[in-house]
């Protein structure tokens, strides 16, 4: 019997923090924001309270679809920070009126017929890591609801070692996806926040990015041909290593959501396992300073496996370091070669940019301060449900922004986030921030939230607070989202970053595919229902 999933918040039931960590968390968080005294309970089985299912399974899907309570109230929602509070608050606005599992594609083809023939939509959900609304039903769309849970589709079907690819079903989950190419020498290496529950589909499908945080960094890079099925058909791009014929198929796919298909295995490059490593955390006085020599490591050639600035707030919360500087995590490493070279010259671009490394930086294996971080990254869902509980709001904003731009754009993101806290009386708060890829070009900006939440109305609070940075990441000219996706909440920023005829070409795209708009309707392109 398999782990069991929490079904109100992340990870697994049993896997989250003991007492004494969440004891040492709040202890750790309260000198700096506002903590509730006491926690709120987190919802039981038997408190669930959802609407009957108004759809009846057909007899042939009968044995991989769910109708019961607990499995419906876990395909409500998401993850995100305004899933959690609804989930505690023991609401379940929208549940899903079945939860199928299809084992294989015959089975997502079924599923799609049906709901064509009962006029019901249907939400893919992956792994249900989503922490924009991206899994959850419309709330002004009233068709029964279908949540198409892939993760029994969860195999890698065929290895090519010669091309260095493998063939994966689309509902593995990251830790499986690993373990099956273990023994072929080879892995993906693609690690994002949440690669513990989320899928190789919705990765895909939300065009995530992983942790390795420079040179093949997004989903995009290994993608080497998709097959997916439709509510029209069932769609495949040929397996190629490049192709100049016409614009990319895949492409399409990359960034759908779930609006044109369900994704059911895909090709995708794999690499030898990293046989030589050396990682370090190099000192700051200014996180300016340290944008410039995670710029110049971006501009050097020499692809960093790792290349992560957090301010000293940021630093000092996820036990990096003690909050007295700021710090550029750096890591170098290669499945081919020792990595001395790439050692001495990042060292020198560190250092001719102002920063400090230890003797041991960039020597050996690990480095302590990263690994600290490495961990408290990887924690950090769990932990964030915890000080939810405690009453905080606990939000992140992510986006990316050109170099020329990115000094005052962190200004204005943070000037932004703090008039906001303090408008809707969420102040004191700390808010951090960090550089979570750099690219030749430009990097991710991320910035952390915690703050008071209001008891009755912490949901009001977060929307207000959402709505402005969303506006002053816009405005500065920056991406509505980095890797989290669009979903439902970010919608609206959205629609104003991508140009308007290609918000015409999408909808013509989910016509020919989805007639019906039977797929995730609202997400992406407005649903353009033709029945019959």
């Known amino acids: 019997m398999g782990a069991t999933r929490c079904f109100w918040g992340w990870g697994y039931e049993g896997a989250g923090l003991s007492a004494?960590?969440?004891?040492?968390?709040?202890?750790?968080?309260?000198?700096?924001?506002?903590?509730?005294?006491?926690?709120?309970?987190?919802?039981?089985?038997?408190?669930?309270?959802?609407?009957?299912?108004r759809l009846r399974v057909p007899?042939?899907?009968?044995?991989?679809?769910?109708?019961?309570?607990?499995?419906?109230?876990?395909?409500?929602?998401?993850?995100?920070?305004?899933?959690?509070?609804?989930?505690?608050e023991r609401r379940w606005?929208?549940?899903?009126?079945?939860?199928?599992?299809?084992?294989?594609?015959?089975?997502?083809?079924?599923?799609?017929?049906?709901?064509?023939?009962?006029?019901?939509m249907v939400i893919p959900y992956g792994g249900g890591s989503s922490v924009v609304g991206g899994v959850e039903a419309p709330p002004s769309d009233e068709r029964p609801v279908i949540s198409l849970d892939t993760t029994a589709m969860d195999q890698v079907l065929e290895v090519d070692r010669v091309s260095r690819s493998a063939r994966i079903q689309g509902g593995v989950l990251g830790p499986s996806l690993e373990a099956q190419l273990r023994p072929?020498?080879?892995?993906?290496?693609?690690?994002?926040?949440?690669?513990?529950?989320?899928?190789?589909?919705?990765?895909?499908?939300?065009?995530?990015?992983?942790?390795?945080?420079?040179?093949h960094t997004r989903i995009d890079d290994f993608v080497e041909s998709i097959r997916a099925v439709t509510p029209a058909g069932v769609w495949e791009s040929r397996r190629l290593p490049s192709s100049g014929a016409g614009p990319s198929a895949d492409r399409l796919w990359l960034g759908?959501?779930?609006?044109?298909?369900?994704?059911?295995?895909?090709?995708?490059?794999?690499?030898?396992?990293?046989?030589?490593?050396?990682?370090?955390v190099a000192r700051f006085a200014t996180f300016a300073a340290g944008t410039h020599a995670a710029r110049a490591l971006a501009q050097s050639g020499l692809w960093p496996a790792g290349c992560r600035l957090l301010d000293a707030g940021e630093a000092a919360l996820s036990g990096a370091g003690v909050g007295d500087a700021h710090l550029l995590l750096v890591g170098v490493e290669s499945s081919d070669h020792p990595v001395e070279h790439e050692v001495a010259r990042a060292r020198e671009i560190v250092r001719d940019h102002g920063g400090e490394i230890s003797d041991g930086g960039l020597a050996g294996s690990s480095d302590e301060g990263t690994a600290r971080w490495r961990s408290s990254f990887l924690r950090a869902p769990y932990q964030r449900d915890v000080l939810v509980r405690h009453g905080l709001i606990v939000e992140t904003f992510?986006?990316?922004?050109?170099?020329?731009?990115?000094?005052?754009?962190?200004?204005?993101?943070?000037?932004?986030?703090?008039?906001?806290?303090?408008?809707v009386d969420a102040w004191p708060a700390l808010v951090t921030h960090r550089l979570t890829h750099v690219y030749p070009d430009g990097?991710?900006?991320?910035?952390?939230?915690?703050?008071?939440?209001?008891?009755?109305?912490?949901?009001?609070?977060?929307?207000e607070v959402k709505g402005a940075v969303m506006a002053a990441i816009v405005g500065g000219g920056?991406?509505?989202?980095?890797?989290?996706?669009?979903?439902?909440?970010?919608?609206?920023?959205?629609?104003?970053?991508?140009?308007?005829?290609?918000?015409?070409?999408?909808?013509?795209?989910k016509r020919a595919v989805d007639p019906g708009a039977i797929l995730n309707p609202g997400i992406l392109v407005d649903p353009d229902i033709r029945r019959g």
Do not use: N
Not at 77 to 82: H, Q
């Open 478 to 509: 920056g991406t509505i989202t980095h890797h989290h996706g669009v979903g439902r909440d970010h919608r609206a920023g959205y629609d104003d970053e991508r140009p308007d005829l290609f918000a015409a070409q999408l909808a013509a795209v």
């Open 59 to 88: 007899e042939g899907l009968a044995s991989w679809c769910r109708v019961d309570d607990l499995d419906r109230a876990g395909h409500t929602y998401g993850k995100s920070f305004r899933d959690v509070v609804r989930a505690l």
């Open 184 to 215: 072929h020498g080879l892995t993906l290496r693609h690690y994002p926040q949440s690669f513990e529950l989320s899928t190789l589909g919705g990765w895909i499908a939300t065009r995530s990015a992983g942790h390795y945080a420079t040179l």
């Open 20 to 53: 004494e960590e969440e004891r040492a968390l709040v202890e750790r968080v309260r000198p700096l924001v506002r903590v509730a005294p006491e926690p709120i309970a987190a919802p039981t089985p038997e408190e669930i309270r959802v609407a009957p299912s």
């Open 256 to 280: 759908s959501e779930g609006v044109l298909g369900v994704i059911t295995s895909a090709w995708l490059r794999v690499q030898a396992h990293p046989r030589y490593r050396a990682s370090a």
């Open 93 to 120: 606005d929208r549940p899903p009126d079945v939860v199928a599992r299809p084992p294989d594609e015959m089975g997502v083809v079924a599923v799609l017929e049906w709901a064509a023939r009962v006029d019901a």
């Open 443 to 463: 990097a991710a900006l991320y910035v952390t939230v915690l703050a008071p939440g209001h008891a009755t109305d912490r949901l009001a609070q977060w929307d």
């Open 398 to 423: 992510e986006t990316a922004v050109t170099w020329d731009r990115l000094d005052a754009f962190v200004d204005a993101v943070l000037g932004a986030t703090a008039r906001a806290l303090r408008e």
